[in-house]
Nanobody, 114 residues
């Protein structure tokens, strides 16, 4: 059974930083590219970033390029999202997801507000 547990969200002021973590279990983590998605109230879920199985290839949505960094630790079955220069528009629930698997975690809430 696939398990994804996101953590690290919270309330932060504009310009601040947060580091999200996603602990994965129930599948062979090293076989799957991993992604971060987000969903703001009243909006569709959107892809934020993706990282390849070994971590050598990363892709980002245009709205986070240069501000967010995705990484993974295959020894810990964990994927991270370092978020810098946060903006109010980044307020959303953030989810991790293995590519080609349909499972979602509970998400972690990020609120950017002064």
């Amino acid at each position: 059974q696939v398990q994804l547990v996101e953590s690290g969200g919270g309330l932060v002021q504009p310009g601040g930083s947060l580091r999200l973590s996603c602990a994965a279990a129930g599948f062979t983590f090293t076989n799957y590219a991993m992604s971060w998605y987000r969903q703001a109230p009243g909006k569709e879920r959107e892809l934020v970033a993706r990282i390849s199985t070994a971590g050598g290839v990363t892709n980002y949505a245009d709205f986070v390029k240069g501000r967010f960094t995705i990484s993974r630790d295959n020894a810990k079955n964990t994927v991270y999202l370092q978020m810098n220069s946060l903006e109010p528009e980044d307020t959303a629930t953030y989810y991790c997801k293995p590519r080609y698997l349909g499972s979602w975690g509970q998400g972690t809430q990020v609120t950017v507000s002064s």
